[in-house]
């Protein structure tokens, strides 16, 4: 299993640099297809590119480091972010991530759920203040949101993770809606 994960890391990284000519100049692109595929930035991924594009490794890891869209641990197959800017903030969106944070079971400082599903993060404004608060998951925006109806969504999710419906991509439109 862990073979197949190098294996699969190695692939994508490769493809990533073939994709972009070995180019220094474009190793945030790179990143950034990497990261789409895993949802971080492996640590074998940023040693195949240090080698590859022949640069020191703290120039790889000070990108990856630097810009807040990478991460060096693993996420969940769902992100789900509750924005916490000041529009959501004053809407109670703390009461929902608490909620959320109760129904991952998520222990203190924990972030990502045991099984790799969920990693439930706040984010600072997302620029959608009209519809605070915002939940974001993966890229579907979740509008108006209260701590129940963030719930029903999450419990959709798990629901069809059960049955093994869900892709990652296709996610329910509304809270609680199959649409
Ligand atoms: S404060 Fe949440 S979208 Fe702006």
Do not use: W
Request: hydrophobic share 40%; with cysteine; charged share 25%.
């Amino acid at each position: 299993m862990v073979l197949e994960l190098q294996d699969t890391v190695q692939v994508v990284t490769n493809k990533a640099l073939e994709r972009h000519n070995y180019k220094r100049s474009e190793l945030i692109a790179m990143l950034q297809e990497i990261q789409e595929e895993f949802h971080y930035l492996p640590a074998e991924s940023l040693d195949v590119i240090t080698e590859a594009l022949e640069v020191p490794a703290p120039t790889v890891y000070g990108v990856a480091t630097f810009y807040a869209q990478f991460s060096l641990e693993p996420k969940g197959k769902y992100l789900v972010r509750i924005c916490d800017g000041t529009a959501c903030h004053v809407k109670n969106s703390a009461k929902i991530y608490d909620s959320l944070s109760k129904k991952f079971n998520l222990e203190t400082g924990a972030l990502t759920t045991p099984d790799g599903l969920f990693t439930l993060e706040t984010v600072a404004c997302l620029g959608a203040c009209g519809i605070a608060p915002v939940m974001v998951i993966n890229e579907t925006v979740y509008p108006q949101m209260s701590p129940e109806a963030a719930e029903m969504v999450v419990q959709t999710l798990m629901e069809r993770e059960k049955e093994g419906e869900l892709d990652g991509e296709t996610l329910p439109k509304e809270s609680g809606n199959e649409n």
